[in-house]
């Protein structure tokens, strides 16, 4: 085979072995973009059940707190105490 030929061959050979790299890296970075919003919108999403979830017990401990004041206050005498005798 000619020289010159062989390198021109060779010459082609990298260039497409560069070009399916550099498809490779886009496509992966593409993949990856497309992973990180995915997991952006799932953990907002999971924030946003979490606030619900506090919201409403707090909204039931007031309630309850309305219903029965006396066993509220009770209660919250006999957790300070508990955590008076642990200390």
Known sequence: MDPDKAMESAKQAVDKAADTAEDAVADAAAAA????????VQ???LLDDGRDVVSDALDCAADMIRER???SVAVV???AYLCGRFR
């Open 33 to 40: 973009v497309d992973a990180a919003e995915g997991a952006r």
């Open 43 to 45: 953990a907002k999403q």
């Open 69 to 71: 004041p006396l066993t």
């Open 77 to 79: 005498a006999a957790f």
